[in-house]
Each structure stands twice: as structure tokens, then as C-alpha cells.
């Protein structure tokens, strides 16, 4: 078997994939359901073209995103979460209720 | 009042200060308890002593973190987790059962 060097506290094995904020907000608009390509960019609104796909490509690659091509005309593709991928969700849920939580006086500056 | 640009959603309210690994795994050590500086630094393994120094001065500022300078000789200096910083707790709980739920072959790679 092949050596791996995985953490094994589960905040740094979730760290591992989800680290920095695009890719927590990508999960975040994946939740609301399957997405084009341009539709994600458009909703995140500032992340460029190059960020989002290399983050698709390593969600797509790592179990969380299902990438599916339709042979229309013209071609089709849409993102979605996979079963791990919906999982995410309770810890999205937790971000938001402490995100919630805090005062804006502390948030600010 | 002051105009002010925060987000209403709670997960970039929560990624505002918590960008990106490191600030996660400060607070992550600063549950255990209060620390000094150079605890912290070694728990954390490979931070510098710039970076750690630069997230504690934030978390200090938004009130998730308290320091504390007793003046002993040598002046000790501890670090630790105000009330708000300690309800997340809650959302690193949900981080780590995320990360221990996903198999070794989904994180590889």
C-alpha cells in the first residue's frame, strides 16, 4: 500500500480540502443545487475563471463535486455535489450560525 | 453611524476572520487552554513566528482572542480564547466530523 502522510485530527483533514474561502463558498452555492460553470461564476462573483475550475477539478477529483457533460448542442456541463460533497452542509451550517452570532462591531475593521 | 460593508450570509461572515487554515488551527490549540506564544508557536509546527503573530494581533482585535502580559521576569505573555471565541468550538466539532467521516482515499492526492 501506498504511503500517505493524512492527518488524522479531522479539522486538519477537512482543512486539507477546503482550505481558504472560495472553496468553502463554492460548496455553499453547490448546496443550492447543480450549477453550469458560468452560473457558479457568476453567483461568487469575484473569483476568476482560473481559481473556480482548479477548485472543481480537485472537489471532482477528491469525491466531492460530480462534473456531468451533456452532448448538446452546444455542450453542456454541469457541477453538483456528490453524497460527501451534501455532507458538507453541517459544517457549512455551523460557519453560519457562529457567522450569525457574532455582533457587526466585532466582525468590522 | 459608520457605514459598513459586511456580509449578511453567516459562512462569510465566519470566513472573514477565519481565512484560510492557520486561523482555524490557532483557535483549534487555543481550546485546549491558555497558551504563550511560543507554546502555540510549537504546537503548530510549521507557522512562523510572523504569520502567528499577525492572526493573534486580529483574533485579539475582533475579541476572539484575550492577551493577557504579567509583568514577571521574564514578562510572560498568555494567549486564550475569549467567550466568543470559544463557541467555535461548535463549528471546529463539525470541521473534525467531517474530516474523521471521509475515507483515506478521498483526502490522498
Same mark, same amino acid.
Request: net charge neutral.
Given at each position: !500500500?501506498?504511503?500517505?502522510?493524512? *492527518? ?7 482543512? #486539507? #480540502?477546503?482550505?481558504? *474561502?472560495?472553496? %468553502? #463558498?463554492?460548496?455553499?452555492?453547490? #448546496?443550492?443545487? *447543480? ?5 457558479? =461564476? ?9 481559481? /473556480?475550475?482548479? @477548485? /472543481? =477539478?480537485?472537489?471532482?477529483k477528491?469525491?466531492?463535486? @460530480?462534473?456531468?457533460a451533456?452532448?448538446? %448542442?452546444? *455542450?453542456?456541463?454541469?457541477?453538483? /455535489?456528490?453524497?460527501?460533497?451534501? %455532507? ?6 455551523? !460557519?453560519?450560525?457562529? &457567522? ?8 468590522? &475593521?
Amino acid at each position: !500500500m501506498e504511503e500517505r502522510c493524512l *492527518p488524522e485530527c479531522g479539522v486538519e483533514r477537512f482543512l #486539507l #480540502l477546503l482550505d481558504g *474561502p472560495w472553496a %468553502t #463558498l463554492i460548496v455553499r452555492e453547490l #448546496l443550492v443545487g *447543480p450549477q453550469r460553470f458560468t452560473e457558479l =461564476k457568476s453567483r461568487l462573483g469575484s473569483i476568476s475563471a482560473h481559481t /473556480l475550475t482548479h @477548485r /472543481l =477539478k480537485r472537489f471532482e477529483k477528491h469525491g466531492i463535486v @460530480r462534473r456531468t457533460a451533456y452532448a448538446e %448542442t452546444p *455542450p453542456r456541463v454541469v457541477y453538483e /455535489l456528490t453524497e460527501l460533497g451534501m %455532507t458538507l452542509n453541517e459544517v457549512l451550517k455551523a !460557519m453560519n450560525a457562529w &457567522g450569525i452570532s457574532v455582533a457587526d462591531e466585532k466582525l468590522a &475593521g
